[in-house]
């Protein structure tokens, strides 16, 4: 009993010790998933950026329920870990509770917010979705024949609006006379997995005129995607560039790079400044995608349209109300 | 509202209805037997999953959807051995499957297409397409029926079909042959059929084997039909619903139809008006979310009419010595 209880006690010395001298960083991914074809898949081809860029290695876990969330975060803090990256609105509240306790480990979240007054260890990326979705929204209104164009949310919650609201606008500030019909599949969880609502709203949408729908909705966005291909009309894809996944009937993605935001803080380190951190347009934190599958979807007096539209949002001329500030959206009502 | 619009949505309600009928049917075979069965929702997950995989990997639909109900089969057989055989409870057993193809079918598919527990996009003869009915096209012309003619009743994959001839072969198999009665009677009192004679077990894993047949059929219908490919947890709680629809049908096949039709209903006009405006008052489209499962409460709540589950259901048959 004796020999067993040292064992253990060597065993968990070294793998503490261990953990503390690497100070690699971690990553936590969120409930969608790592291989989720979106934001989640964005942030580790950002740690593997990483990995590849500077030989460094790290830790990342999938969460497979809510009640993991304080634990992996205690795990990989405990373990040493720094910075510990994590993705998804959800994590702020627990980095909230948990960042007190490890005052030298930095946390990252992404799409979260926790004040930094509170928790001086914390940074908060937050992106201008609604600035990228503006240009989806210019993009579809200028691809669109009918004037009618579609937005399809997932779950019903305030970052969702914020994609809607800058898509609205970029809509009407392109056509003013444009109808833009919103939908969003749910007020659960569920509603980011459900394809087959996906397809219906999207069919319904269709038959109210819409032919060009921007899909928000992570794997409900799968089935909007197909059923606007099979309807043969457009679609725009989310967070991460989902061109390919139908040639030529995806008119563009608008893209949120948290591979970037998660290479860059793995790459400053325990260094790594905190507070808050707003990646936009400027920064190239959003933008929408072009590529060989649909370059011959976006004609050329497009393309100098969402450019332009880009360079006025740039420098102010132009300002996208965002939804998160007020709770409001001058564009579209739900 | 005019008479396309209607359409569209009564289009949208038989699509939304049709696994929900299937799982529907599945469960009162099951339950009219004394098994209650609370894993629909694993079994058409794990239908789905391999439907579509087998489609995707041979190219055809048809081999997908032998998969797909075996799959589905066999999630049935697992929970007749633990409830039946070996005499476990009914709900835990039920449970663990929704667990196991939840589980299961993300683990494959990550292994198989390393997509993040998806299939890939079903093309050509991997997906069940749209049949236009014989005369749709020339009938259409014919004012109010026709488009009903052609919009509404052409025009879906052979599944949904299916589903609706299984409302009256059912009711048939059930009410109208012996081994109907004899699995209303194991599922009332087994012990009379023991007396009788006959294998209350077979009768059982009879009711289980056509349960896990149907919701292969609902589960293809979802990731072959409805969808191109398996997205992880795409039943979406349509199984839960399904077990709602079977209570508010009082267990009868016919009942069940209407059941399913409705809150195939509620779940159209909720994706196509966000909030409904009667007069003054709003409706949110949270309401219409809800409505199957308050309606459910208000029949078991037995304020219209009463809902009695079979006599014998959920209780494992033990032979008196």
Redesign the interface.
């Known amino acids: 009993m004796t020999l067993m209880t040292k064992f253990l006690g060597t065993g968990a010395a070294l793998a503490l010790t261990a953990g503390a001298a690497l100070a690699d960083p971690a990553l936590i991914y969120d409930l969608g998933?790592?291989?989720?074809?979106s934001f989640n898949?964005a942030a580790f081809m950002g740690a593997e950026e990483y990995a590849a860029e500077t030989g460094g290695s790290y830790k990342d876990i999938e969460l497979q329920s809510e009640a993991q969330r304080e634990q992996a975060l205690r795990r990989f803090a405990e373990a040493g870990f720094n910075p510990v990256v994590t993705t998804g609105f959800s994590m702020s509240s627990p980095i909230s509770s948990v960042a007190a306790d490890y005052p030298d480990t930095k946390f990252v979240t992404i799409d979260g917010y926790v004040d930094p007054s509170e928790h001086p260890n914390v940074l908060s990326i937050l992106f201008s979705e609604h600035e990228g979705s503006y240009l989806t929204g210019v993009l579809a209104a200028l691809a669109s024949d009918t004037g009618t164009v579609g937005f399809i949310g997932g779950m019903d919650i305030p970052l969702i609006r914020k994609f809607a609201c800058g898509y609205a606008q970029g809509v009407l500030a392109t056509n003013p006379d444009a109808t833009v019909i919103?939908?969003?599949t749910?007020?659960t969880p569920?509603a980011w997995?459900?394809?087959?609502?996906g397809?219906?709203?999207a069919?319904?949408q269709i038959?109210q005129g819409a032919d060009v729908i921007f899909a928000a909705a992570g794997?409900t966005g799968?089935?909007v995607l197909?059923a606007a291909a099979?309807a043969d009309i457009l679609s725009v894809g989310v967070d991460s560039n989902q061109n390919h996944?139908?040639p030529g009937k995806v008119l563009t993605s608008m893209l949120k790079r948290v591979d970037v935001a998660v290479r860059e803080s793995m790459a400053q380190g325990a260094d790594l400044e905190t507070g808050v951190m707003m990646l936009g347009l400027a920064e190239n934190g959003v933008g929408y995608a072009l590529d060989d599958n649909n370059a011959d979807l976006i004609t050329a007096e497009m393309k100098s349209a969402v450019d332009a539209a880009r360079e006025q949002i740039i420098a102010g001329e132009v300002t996208v109300h965002d939804y998160s500030s007020d709770d409001s959206c001058p564009a579209l009502s739900? | 509202m005019d008479l396309l619009t209607l359409l569209q949505v009564l289009d949208s309600t038989v699509r939304l209805a049709t696994p929900l009928l299937l799982a529907c049917l599945a469960g009162l075979f099951s339950e009219r037997s004394g098994v209650f069965d609370i894993g629909l929702e694993g079994k058409m997950l794990a239908a789905a999953f391999a439907s579509a995989a087998v489609a995707a990997l041979t190219g055809s639909v048809w081999i997908g959807l032998l998969a797909g109900i075996g799959a589905a089969v066999f999630m049935s057989l697992i929970h007749g051995l633990a409830s039946i055989t070996f005499r476990g409870n009914q709900l835990i057993s039920g449970v663990a499957i929704n667990f196991l193809a939840s589980g299961l079918t993300v683990l494959i598919a990550q292994d198989l297409f390393g997509q993040g527990g998806r299939t890939p996009s079903l093309i050509g003869a991997g997906r069940f397409e749209p049949i236009t009915l014989p005369f749709a096209e020339a009938l259409s012309g014919v004012p109010v029926l026709g488009p009903i003619y052609a919009d509404l009743i052409s025009g879906h994959s052979i599944l949904v079909y299916v589903a609706f001839a299984m409302v009256p072969l059912s009711w048939w198999v059930l009410f109208r042959t012996r081994f109907g009665l004899r699995l209303r009677a194991v599922g009332d009192s087994p012990e009379a059929v023991d007396t009788a004679g006959v294998s209350v077990a077979g009768l059982r894993y009879g009711a289980v084997l056509i349960c896990g047949l149907l919701c292969g059929l609902a589960g293809a219908y979802l990731a072959t039909g409805l969808q191109a490919g398996f997205v992880r947890e795409m039943t979406a709680g349509r199984g839960y619903i399904a077990l709602a629809a079977l209570i508010f049908a009082k267990w009868r096949p016919v009942h069940a139809l209407w059941a399913c039709l409705l809150f195939g209903l509620l779940q159209a006009v909720a994706l196509r008006y966000q909030n409904i405006h009667l007069g003054g008052i709003t409706i949110p489209v949270q309401v219409m979310d809800a409505l199957p499962y308050i309606l459910t409460v208000i029949i078991l709540a037995g304020f219209v009419g009463k809902a009695i589950p079979p006599r014998a259901g959920g209780e494992p048959y033990v032979k008196e010595r």
């Open positions: 998933g790592k291989f989720d074809k898949e919103s939908n969003m749910g007020t569920a997995n459900d394809p087959v609502k397809t219906e709203l069919s319904a038959s794997g799968i089935g197909q099979d996944l139908h739900f």
